[in-house]
């Protein structure tokens, strides 16, 4: 029904940026949200950011002030602007869209599948 991937994940060394963009697609009737979510290995799954579909953001405390979310709601994709990052900033990242379906008229939740980010040290 909506599909979601991640994409822009790599490794980079502390201090250093990337950019991860996120973009989904199917039977979107309107974006109620989307939410970059991560993972480190053997840590549960924590929120990092969120931008609601009339521009609202919160962000974990650990990543404000380094870390940025923007969306374009014309193509369904969201980014998150990572900036000075570090080693405790490794993990996999998930994203997250909250979408109502106009044709169902109700609201479901679709996650991507991913995408590696790795700060060395």
């Known amino acids: 029904q909506v599909q979601v991937v991640e994409s822009g994940g790599g490794l980079v060394q502390a201090g250093g940026s990337l950019r991860l963009s996120c973009a989904a697609s199917?039977?979107?009737?309107?974006?109620?949200?989307m939410t970059w979510y991560r993972q480190g290995p053997g840590k549960q799954r924590e929120l990092v950011a969120t931008?609601?579909?009339?521009?609202?953001?919160n962000y974990a405390n650990s990543v404000k002030g380094r870390f940025t979310i923007s969306r374009d709601n014309a193509k369904n994709t969201v980014y998150l602007q990572m900036n000075s990052l570090k080693p405790e900033d490794t993990a996999v990242y998930y994203c997250?869209?909250?979408?109502?379906?106009?044709?169902?008229?109700?609201?479901?939740?679709?996650w991507g599948q991913g995408t590696q980010v790795t700060v060395s040290s």
């Open positions: 931008i609601t579909g009339v521009g609202r953001t």
């Open positions: 997250n869209a909250d979408v109502y379906d106009s044709v169902d008229m109700r609201s479901n939740t679709y």
């Open positions: 199917g039977r979107i009737g309107r974006m109620n949200a």
